[in-house]
């Protein structure tokens, strides 16, 4: 009779363990094509604003020409979709004639009262702010974001965030090389038409905005002379997508690859075909290297909570080494550096803790927050200190 009962039983589960497993299988074969990994990196056909119009940013929550939706030219032709939001003290100050502009998608930036607020203001700060995969300027806890980042000083530090190309309203199909591109145009455009001078710029990232930024800011300052913005802050960063992947899992639940990180030959064959590598690790390295080879003063923020399920925050221990390793000729190994966080790290209980390396030149610190998930962090106190800090070390005149 038992027999009777589990032979069934053992039936069904080994059919439905192998349709799991051809099912698993015909993914990985899928991960191999460029296309389908473009997909599933950047997430850039999941809008998340859905039946709601970006160009009306009221609907977002924000004031009647609070923001102003326009477009930039990215380097190779195509245009991208950005907003520029002015903090909401300036705004409380030059309401009514902000008020008396018409709304919607501008085409003209240059004629907006918001835009001569920044531009005409030498104590004007500017935060680009790279966003994460899926989703638009619009989506989810961006909006949040937003506020965190010009709330330390409501009056004076505007933020320009915009879609990469295939987001959003930005057309295109999203590549690393594409959104470097347009994350420089974006930075090209604050500094040459906006007229805002790479002191007064913070570069901001969460996700794989970090990747972004980080390519960025590495571009800048290998240029000659080289040009050193205020700070970096990076959010839930990553070292590079092959180490993603092995820890990776949608919603903290489904893994992609980590499944396979016991069989190292087929893993390593499998990341063979990743084609937008976003080696994070090298580039940190990098810029850091050019700023102390060149003396630029240089401030860079890593920030991560540990209930990430998105991204470990083990990623950012692993980047702070690379950052710090590269500070210096002899370097210092990844064990002698948790020999000196178990010395000097501030243990902030249940907030978290920090780390802080500083050379001659600059500063490169590493917060790892109890909390805050992927992306609730983003609206947090923690970006708004973390932003008043980097801009008052830049200027300690500045208030």
């Known amino acids: 009779m038992a027999e009777i009962i589990i032979y069934p039983l053992l ?21 191999t094509t460029s296309s389908f990994q473009a997909h599933a990196v950047y997430l850039h056909k999941i809008q ?24 930039i030219r990215s380097r190779d032709g195509g245009l991208l979709y950005a907003w520029h939001i002015v903090p909401t003290e300036l705004y409380r100050r030059h309401e009514s004639e902000l008020l008396t502009e018409t709304t919607g ?3 003209d930036v240059s004629s907006r009262v918001a835009f001569k607020l920044l531009r005409e203001d030498p104590e004007a700060r500017l935060i680009i702010h790279m966003h994460g995969a899926a989703g638009t300027v619009g989506s989810g806890y961006r909006v949040p974001n937003y506020r965190a980042l010009s709330a330390g000083q409501p009056e004076k530090i505007h933020v320009l965030t915009f879609d990469y190309r295939g987001f959003g309203y930005s057309r295109g199909e999203p590549s690393e090389r594409g959104l470097i591109a347009d994350a420089i145009s974006v930075v090209d455009w604050a500094i040459n038409t906006a007229g805002v001078s790479p002191s007064r710029i913070l570069i901001f990232g969460q996700s794989i905005g970090t990747a972004v ?16 913005f205020a700070g970096t802050v990076l959010v839930a960063p990553f070292a590079d997508v092959a180490t993603l992947v092995a820890t990776y899992s949608v919603g903290g639940t489904i893994p992609i690859l980590s499944p396979l990180v016991s069989f190292p030959r087929l893993f390593v064959y499998l990341t063979s075909f990743i084609r937008d590598t976003w080696s994070s690790k090298e580039r ?6 050019s700023n102390e080879k060149n003396g630029q003063k240089y401030w860079l923020t890593l920030i991560h909570a540990e209930d990430d399920w998105d991204i470990p925050w083990q990623h950012t221990e692993r980047l702070f ?4 390793n590269a500070t210096s000729a002899q370097g210092i190994s990844y064990d002698g550096l948790e020999q000196r966080k178990s010395d000097d790290k501030n243990d902030l209980g249940a907030a978290g803790s920090v780390m802080e390396w500083r050379t001659e030149h600059g500063v490169i610190r590493e917060e790892i927050l109890k909390t805050g ?3 609730v962090i983003m609206g947090n106190p923690v970006v708004s200190l973390a932003v008043m800090r980097i801009f008052a070390a830049a200027d300690p005149l500045w208030r």
Do not use: C, M
């Open 11 to 31: 039936k069904y589960a080994t059919i439905s363990a192998a349709l799991a497993a051809g099912l698993y299988a015909g993914f990985l074969g899928l991960l």
């Open 105 to 107: 998608l501008v085409y």
């Open 213 to 228: 930024s980080l390519a960025v800011s590495e571009y800048y300052a290998q240029q000659s002379p080289p040009i050193i």
């Open 48 to 71: 998340l604003t859905w039946f709601r119009d970006l160009n009306v940013p009221e609907s977002f929550g924000f004031l009647r020409n609070q923001v102003t939706p326009f477009q």
């Open 284 to 289: 940190i390295a990098r810029y850091i290297r």
């Open 321 to 324: 080494w690379y950052a710090v």
């Open 373 to 375: 998930l992927h992306d």
